[in-house]
């Protein structure tokens, strides 16, 4: 492991230990997910070669949360989402710390972009029960997605396995100027009605903007009450079911990818 990368793990476990401080004193729910879960039950904390820190929250605490209690956060810590920043890329929160910043390059055509170290919060929203709506909703919120991701087409991770419709869409999206017509904030609020839309009572829930999309979507009882983990020293809140969430998301996850796959999806260098 590099020094930068490693570097960057501590200040982001520095971020989610005081997030998580605020949630356990009001009683807010949280899971961790994706690779932080894969980390907490493979590694016992971040995967070797990974960066970033995801915890997703029942939709009513997470709201409760952003209105009520993210006030309570240090002052090197902010919150920052597309409800307070037009120009933010992305539907989920982010927990920036203001003291670092890091140079990061996202693939091979990129430029460098300095950004703040932060971690990431995901809201859990219900799906329809029946499939065929869920399927439905599913494409209707996957072509929001698609939209905000050609209107920022250079945001777009080039390095990211693709399937080729994904592929020729983003073709079209850089010939095409869609920001021209489109105004990507907008549809970022289309997409916050959509999701709400769904009960607590539904039998499927996840984060599906998340960057696996729909495939973060499980059955609402793999979270349940949850249960501690290890995590770098520290124990936080994972899935109650960790190991049927885990095999849904990643199949044999006990299993180490490749060599060639052990690397860090971004190149980066710490700035304080």
């Not at 520095?14 to 807010?28: G, M, P, T, Y």
């Not at 809201?123 to 329809?128: E, K, N, R, T």
């Not at 998340?210 to 501690?228: C, D, N, Q, T």
Request: hydrophobic letters at 35%; charged letters at 30%.
């Amino acid at each position: 492991m590099n020094n930068e990368l490693r570097k960057l793990q501590l200040i982001d476990i520095e971020i989610l230990r005081n997030v998580v401080a605020i949630l356990d004193k009001n009683n807010l729910q949280y899971y961790m997910i994706a690779g932080t879960l894969l980390g907490a039950v493979r590694h016992h904390g971040f995967i070797p070669w990974d960066d970033d820190i995801d915890i997703a929250m029942p939709r009513e605490d997470y709201e409760q949360f952003l209105a009520k209690n993210s006030n309570e956060l240090p002052n090197n810590l902010h919150v920052k989402n597309f409800r307070n920043d037009s120009n933010f890329k992305y539907y989920i929160t982010r927990i920036v710390d203001d003291r670092y910043k890091v140079i990061e390059l996202r693939n091979r055509n990129s430029k460098e972009s300095i950004t703040n170290i932060s971690i990431d919060i995901f809201p859990i929203d219900g799906v329809p029960n029946n499939k065929i709506k869920r399927n439905i909703y599913y494409l209707h919120v996957l072509f929001y997605r698609a939209l905000i991701s050609l209107i920022q087409k250079d945001n777009i991770d080039r390095m990211r396995k693709r399937n080729f419709l994904e592929k020729l869409l983003i073709l079209l999206g850089t010939h095409i100027p869609l920001n021209k017509v489109l105004d990507a904030h907008k549809i970022q609020y289309k997409i916050d009605k959509l999701l709400k839309k769904q009960n607590d009572d539904s039998i499927y829930a996840g984060s599906i903007m998340g960057a696996y999309r729909v495939k973060e979507i499980v059955p609402r009882e793999y979270f349940g009450e949850g249960r501690l983990y290890e995590f770098e020293g520290h124990m936080f809140r994972g899935p109650s079911d960790y190991d049927a969430y885990l095999k849904h998301m990643y199949g044999d996850y006990m299993k180490l990818p490749s060599r060639e796959q052990r690397e860090s999806k971004k190149h980066f260098e710490v700035m304080s």
